[in-house]
T-cell receptor, first 111, second 114 residues
Framework: RKEVEQDPGPFNVPEGATVAFNCTYSNSASQSFFWYRQDCRKEPKLLMSVYSSGNEDGRFTAQLNRASQYISLLIRDSKLSDSATYLCVVKGGYNNNDMRFGAGTRLTVKP | NAGVTQTPKFRVLKTGQSMTLLCAQDMNHEYMYWYRQDPGMGLRLIHYSVGEGTTAKGEVPDGYNVSRLKKQNFLLGLESAAPSQTSVYFC?????????????FGDGTRLSIL
């Protein structure tokens, strides 16, 4: 079983749609959580951290459920530029430097 | 503002050859990392360094060695390349290990082993 599991997609949505991605992690000792974005053949870039109380950054909302070991990312009013692969990242399960990446969920936003 | 720079960007090797990937960062970060990314697997940590002169094993260290002789550089070596090491390699750096210290990635090295 992978330590960080994501639905690989692809998710194909029209502009303006709301789309949600889910992620589950297996190591209950994990301490920090992030969503990264990776464009095709590019490097990953931090999208947002995920806080226990849930947090919002513009059109993006991230939620964490520690009891269920579950993280989510909601994108509202999708833009063409949101097309990318979204990586769920979990940190600190084994040591403070340990980051485990999900394989990513691919999103395509169409006109 | 270069950030994290990886060289080379592409390389094709024959099985058994050796090579070194170079990662350089200009952000004065203490922490540096080497990952590999394979289809359907996500990024996996190979080795990392928490400061000049220190290195540690990550999730998939076998077949690789690293060195951090200078704070700004982190080298990844393949002593005897194998086809299983065909992958995209990413270097990253961060200011510290803290929960919300983001990792800044280089733009990757595509390595093929024939």
């Amino acid at each position: 079983r992978k330590e960080v599991e994501q639905d690989p997609g692809p998710f194909n949505v029209p502009e303006g749609a709301t789309v949600a991605f889910n992620c589950t992690y297996s190591n209950s000792a994990s301490q920090s959580f992030f969503w990264y974005r990776q464009d095709c053949r590019k490097e990953p870039k931090l999208l947002m951290s995920v806080y226990s109380s849930g947090n919002e950054d513009g059109r993006f909302t991230a939620q964490l459920n520690r009891a269920s070991q579950y993280i989510s990312l909601l994108i509202r009013d999708s833009k063409l530029s949101d097309s990318a692969t979204y990586l769920c990242v979990v940190k600190g399960g084994y040591n403070n430097n340990d980051m485990r990446f999900g394989a990513g969920t691919r999103l395509t936003v169409k006109p | 503002n270069a950030g994290v720079t990886q060289t080379p960007k592409f390389r094709v090797l024959k099985t058994g050859q050796s090579m070194t990937l170079l990662c350089a960062q200009d952000m004065n970060h203490e922490y540096m990392y080497w990952y590999r990314q394979d289809p359907g697997m996500g990024l996996r940590l190979i080795h990392y360094s928490v400061g000049e002169g220190t290195t540690a094993k990550g999730e998939v260290p076998d077949g690789y060695n690293v060195s951090r002789l200078k704070k700004q550089n982190f080298l990844l070596g393949l002593e005897s390349a194998a086809p299983s090491q065909t992958s995209v390699y990413f270097c990253a750096s961060s200011a510290g290990p803290g929960g919300n210290q983001p990792q800044h990635f280089g733009d990757g090295t595509r390595l093929s082993i024939l």
